[in-house]
């Protein structure tokens, strides 16, 4: 009888990768090639880099930091007079595809998550991103003034602004990489941030219109309210009563892989780009489209051809052994909505975080002065959010859903991005502000990963 | 007991998608949008669309023609004054989706190949292709001076050129779609459009010098097939020798389904981007490192959790149920590195073909003279492909070889494209060449479904 358990050999895989780009790297440089024919190459490349930096998971930390850092360091490498990684960041369908990954992302975060236990800490969730929103604005309001006196007003302004930020991406990924979005923490942190995006984008219209027209427009600010609130009413509660249903309908279509894949994908896209439309990130619109589609509606699908042959190997067995290999495969049809997305996620999940660290501008950290006052900066970023996490209630650790609002990433930036354009934020508060986006999106998967392994 | 056999209900997929399409459509233009986000929308459009046309297959069509059809009308809707599609047809990062489609469809169907069944019809194969070549490239040269007498001499050696081209995509796609890409046809028609590229690519390069130069550049000439012949020896001869060892050594990497995934995929467009260094279409690199990685080699895959979990459920079975179930598992193990390229393929390859069938002119036929002179253009067309499959040897259908190799598809169009930038294609014989390519594109899926079906 031979056995099922076959034998795995671990090892080798990263001197394979090394290897392999070691051998193709100076290829990108040898061509001319199409405009976007040379995107075959930078693919590979971007996600062997990534999987090269998953060494970091060898010392027990989240994949999602070594893909940060291994970005950081290529998109830094042309301090050293190597330029060969610079193309990437201008490159529009590598940074389409980026886009893309994160929105992926947060479906595959949705799908893993439970709208009904979403509703459970909805009060907390809320409580956290006010206190997560107000506090940090007033911080960097208060603080901005003291370290930077003589700004224009609109700068605080500007600088509360951008600490009120929640990047769900970095804390959601390291949760996932984890294995724990189950947890309540991570629902807690994962609705916040939704709650969060909606208070943010608000803050956003309302300091860009006291900074443009020196007032603030109430229809307008209830405008861009009205439209998001509405998106999330109604992707999230009429969801809720539609989602059984919907899983109902979709668990009938039985026309091969590639229907069920494309209605999921199709959905979570379509959702993102409608979340966009009210104004929102389309990450939020796609983590939406994700919590409707949860995997419990979805067990009757999955390989049906294997659950039948070994359903006929099995029929002279007793039924308790028919029972038992009957959950085993049912468990793990529970999560196959997941399964068909995932490899998606392999494709552009890593590269996101890859271009996201390659936004990191080194050469701001040169400069004593500017990084003595981000570095205060930083320490208020924390201390607001990590306040806020004191909302979290009982039955909670408290501390990791204060770190898991901590990171600021993209949003973040987009922000100060905003500010930049409006004219309100001197190259000095930019670089400080980038600092902070830095420091604590860098700094918050260790520590988050070392308090989600403790607790 | 419950029954491990689920219930399946078939039906409704189809009212399902209209329904979604129905809902969904009329957003596109309700929106400004961000240069980039738009395409969130656009790719649930292509794939919904793509699933939507499906229906080809409930009147026993291959998939492929459903998609390319689609593609027909949206890309001619303007016609008829509905412009909403047009933006795609210029839409940068949907052009490049549909090229990194196309590149995966060739990288699965060389998965779902066999290397050493490809050597064993490499003659035959060579012998298709060498006639495939020839017989158009004669007939074209002649008869275009019989029917459309008075060009230059330089437009008809370009005619020629254009109808040696074979789609190795489209005729892929539809033996992928019957799943008989294991028939020694399928290996034969494979091998004769690899070298069929090879050759064309020669062809090109010396009808492009006699149209620039007047004359044909010796060295020039030798040293682009040098380089076409150097990557095919390297990759598939040296492969043949490699590939057991590179599937012994991926099957021992085991950091997850993410390492092996990415190290698959990135096997994949790296070969591409070698293949279009090497001057030839990237869709035959990555068909060569499909042929590497060999189902076969990867047998040490997949869910070993199920496996082991389902070992211990039925561990107080008799030896023989316990074979059994064992045989079931490995045997869907053995195509898993398919399994995890797939949802890729769900996701990007729909998008090659509708966006193919975008490009089709639908208004070069109303001319009743120019259509009637491509008509007899396509008639040679396919009389020149049909006759090299009289070469494929006995024990296979010579017509599926033939009908296999006369899709001319993106082939056709870029050679007419570069005859065009050259200035010896008038727009009359452009059309002629586009309707050719267009019927021999749009007429061989259904013929060559109607001879695999009764073959």
């Known amino acids: 009888m031979k056995s099922i358990n076959l034998n795995y050999q671990y090892n080798k895989s990263h001197r394979m990768i090394v290897l392999l780009f070691l051998f193709f790297t100076p290829l990108a440089f040898a061509s001319g090639g199409g405009e976007n024919t040379i995107n075959l190459l930078w693919i590979p490349i971007i996600l062997l880099l990534a999987k090269l930096s998953s060494l970091v998971e060898k010392i027990k930390q989240p994949a999602v930091l070594g893909e940060l850092i291994i970005g950081v360091i290529i998109g830094n490498l042309f301090l050293f007079g190597i330029n060969i990684f610079e193309p990437i960041k201008t490159n529009h369908i590598i940074l389409f595809l980026a886009e893309l990954g994160v929105v992926i992302l947060l479906f595959q975060i949705g799908l893993e998550s439970n709208i009904e236990e979403m509703r459970k800490v909805g009060f907390r969730a809320l409580l956290v991103a006010v206190v997560g929103v107000a506090l940090p604005f007033a911080l960097g309001f208060y603080v901005g003034q003291l370290l930077m006196p003589g700004l224009d007003f609109n700068s605080y302004l500007f600088l509360g602004a951008t600490l009120t930020a929640t990047s769900v991406g970095i804390t959601g990924r390291v949760f996932k990489d984890l294995n724990k979005l189950q947890t309540k923490e991570a629902q807690i942190v994962l609705g916040a941030a939704v709650i969060d995006d909606v208070i943010g984008l608000i803050i956003l219209a309302v300091v860009s219109a006291i900074v443009v027209t020196g007032a603030v427009s109430v229809s307008n600010i209830s405008m861009i309210t009205m439209k998001a609130v509405a998106f999330l009413v109604l992707a999230l509660f009429l969801g809720q009563l539609l989602a059984p249903k919907i899983g109902q309908i979709f668990s009938k279509i039985h026309s091969g892989m590639s229907m069920r894949f494309t209605l999921v994908i199709s959905l979570g896209l379509i959702f993102a780009y409608?979340?966009?439309?009210?104004?929102?990130?389309?990450?939020?619109?796609?983590?939406?489209?994700?919590?409707?589609?949860?995997?419990?509606?979805?067990?009757?699908?999955?390989?049906?051809?294997?659950?039948?042959?070994?359903?006929?190997?099995?029929?002279?067995?007793?039924?308790?052994?028919?029972?038992?290999?009957?959950?085993?495969?049912?468990?793990?049809?529970?999560?196959?909505?997941?399964?068909?997305?995932?490899?998606?996620?392999?494709?552009?999940?890593?590269?996101?975080?890859?271009?996201?660290?390659?936004?990191?501008?080194?050469?701001?950290?040169?400069?004593?002065?500017?990084?003595?006052?981000?570095?205060?900066?930083?320490?208020?970023?924390?201390?607001?959010?990590?306040?806020?996490?004191?909302?979290?209630?009982?039955?909670?650790?408290?501390?990791?859903?204060?770190?898991?609002?901590?990171?600021?990433?993209?949003?973040?930036?987009?922000?100060?991005?905003?500010?930049?354009?409006?004219?309100?934020?001197?190259?000095?508060?930019?670089?400080?502000?980038?600092?902070?986006?830095?420091?604590?999106?860098?700094?918050?998967?260790?520590?988050?990963?070392?308090?989600?392994?403790?607790?």
């Open 274 to 455: 409608l979340a966009h439309l009210a104004g929102l990130a389309p990450i939020i619109g796609a983590f939406a489209a994700g919590l409707l589609l949860e995997p419990v509606h979805f067990n009757r699908f999955d390989h049906p051809e294997i659950n039948e042959e070994i359903n006929k190997a099995i029929i002279d067995t007793d039924d308790n052994t028919k029972e038992k290999v009957n959950n085993i495969l049912s468990k793990h049809n529970d999560h196959h909505m997941n399964y068909l997305v995932e490899p998606l996620g392999y494709f552009l999940v890593p590269i996101f975080f890859v271009i996201t660290g390659m936004q990191v501008k080194l050469e701001t950290l040169f400069d004593p002065k500017i990084l003595a006052i981000a570095l205060a900066i930083t320490a208020v970023a924390f201390i607001g959010k990590l306040a806020s996490g004191l909302m979290a209630g009982k039955d909670v650790n408290k501390w990791i859903v204060g770190w898991g609002m901590a990171p600021r990433g993209e949003v973040g930036l987009i922000f100060a991005m905003i500010g930049n354009q409006l004219g309100v934020i001197s190259e000095e508060l930019f670089s400080v502000i980038i600092i902070m986006v830095i420091l604590t999106t860098l700094f918050t998967p260790p520590i988050l990963n070392y308090l989600l392994r403790k607790s």
